[in-house]
Nanobody, 129 residues
Framework: QVQLVESGGGSVQAGGSLRLSCAVSEYTSGGNCIGWFRQAPGKEREGVASIYTISATPFYADSVKGRFTLSQDSAANTFYLQMDSLKPEETSMYYC??????????????????????WGQGTQVTVSS
């Protein structure tokens, strides 16, 4: 059973930074794409970034490109989302998710169309103006 645990959320002022972590267990043998999503109350879920773990290739939504960085520590099965220049409208619950079985790099880049089977419990990010 794949388990994902997010951490690192908190409260920051606009322009500040946070680094989210996603620890994944029992995954490396069965999948190769990790996604980060966010959802604010009353709003649709939005795919923020994803990473094709075989090549550690990240993909980003246009709204976060240049400000967010997704990376992986393969030895620790942990994925990091570094978020810089945060904006108040990015206040949301942030989730990481894993998909099985193996998918292509192109499919991983299209995270909003991919069926992520496993989800973490989420971590809250609050950005104040």
């Amino acid at each position: 059973q794949v388990q994902l645990v997010e951490s690192g959320g908190g409260s920051v002022q606009a322009g500040g930074s946070l680094r989210l972590s996603c620890a994944v267990s029992e995954y490396t043998s069965g999948g190769n794409c990790i996604g980060w999503f966010r959802q604010a109350p009353g709003k649709e879920r939005e795919g923020v970034a994803s990473i094709y773990t075989i090549s550690a290739t990240p993909f980003y939504a246009d709204s976060v490109k240049g400000r967010f960085t997704l990376s992986q520590d393969s030895a620790a099965n942990t994925f990091y989302l570094q978020m810089d220049s945060l904006k108040p409208e990015e206040t949301s619950m942030y989730y990481c998710a894993a998909v099985r079985p193996y998918v292509s790099s192109r499919a991983c880049s299209r995270r909003d169309r991919l069926d992520f089977e496993y989800w973490g419990q989420g971590t809250q990010v609050t950005v104040s103006s």
